[in-house]
């Protein structure tokens, strides 16, 4: 039997995620919001969508014609006001509820929903609005999660790096930076991809972490990657404030076997 799935946003994790899934034998439908770069989805054996959820227009129905429907488009904070991005979510959520060839919903959430305190952030410590460092998200997460007739899977992902993005970027050479005793919570790219694949395969349902169970300080790792980069050194306070680390266990209990368990031996494309 043929598994299909559609991905709604192919950018830095939904594209290598669609290839992931096409050599896996799934058919693959994605969705991009720029005219210029279907061609290349559909070079890559992907059938390709316009969809831009800011813009007024259906979405057209056959995109909502899979087993799987991953959503990997993330708020952006800094361009649009706040609740338009709950607004956009709340209408994709009525169009799957309409599609019921759609057996799982899979949204990639953040870990930026658990308030930056020191502790270990499990999964249960953030389900309310009033508990979370990100509203907005966890009443994302609330809308899907309340579509009763489909499996819904949250996974919450740490901060994406790996491949083409290396943050060590923002902090080289930079001082007195904040924050060097908080504990990096980091996802590789290709765990990020492997990851949502794995609740799609275990068909997993309910709010899972997805992050490195390494967690150094980021002074030390940030440090030890400008040095393998040959960038200037950041350098860090010296408070001792520290911050969350994010709890993996429940992904781990459930069979996942992290490809980099330790954020220290993530591959670059600039390797």
């Known amino acids: 039997m043929n598994k299909s799935a559609s991905i709604l946003g192919c950018g830095w994790l939904g594209l290598p995620l669609a290839d992931h899934l096409l050599q896996t ?11 210029d770069k279907l061609k290349a989805l559909e070079d890559k054996g992907i059938e390709a969508y ?19 429907f991953v959503i990997t488009v993330p708020p952006r904070s800094r361009t649009q006001p706040p609740g338009v991005y709950l607004a956009q979510m ?28 020191a502790g270990l952030a499990k999964e249960e410590s953030v389900s309310l609005l009033e508990q979370s460092a990100h509203k907005e998200l966890v009443e994302v997460e609330n809308t899907f999660l309340a579509l009763s007739t489909i499996a819904v899977t949250i996974v919450r992902l740490g901060g994406l790096t790996g491949g083409s993005r290396l943050l060590v970027k923002h902090f080289a050479g930079k001082k007195e930076l904040p924050g060097g005793h908080y504990p990096v919570n980091l996802l590789h790219q290709q765990d990020a991809v492997r990851i949502v694949h794995f609740a799609a395969e275990n068909k997993l349902i309910g709010v899972y972490n997805a992050c490195s169970p390494h967690h150094p300080y ?8 400008a040095h393998r980069f040959q960038m200037a050194l950041p350098e860090f306070r010296a408070d001792q404030e520290e ?20 954020p220290s031996a993530y591959t670059y494309d600039e390797d």
């Open 90 to 117: 709340k209408k994709l959520a009525a169009f799957i509820e309409h599609h019921p060839q759609i057996k799982q919903v899979i949204y990639t959430s953040s870990t930026s929903v658990y308030p930056d305190r």
């Open 243 to 262: 911050g969350k680390t994010i709890a993996t266990e429940k992904l781990q209990k459930a069979g996942y076997v992290f490809s980099f368990e330790d």
């Open 25 to 35: 034998g799934y058919q693959v439908k994605g969705s991009t919001t720029q005219t």
């Open 50 to 68: 316009l969809i831009d959820l800011s813009k007024e227009g259906s979405i057209a129905p056959s995109f909502f014609e899979s087993d799987l």
């Open 218 to 225: 980021k002074k030390d790792f940030y440090v030890a990657l």
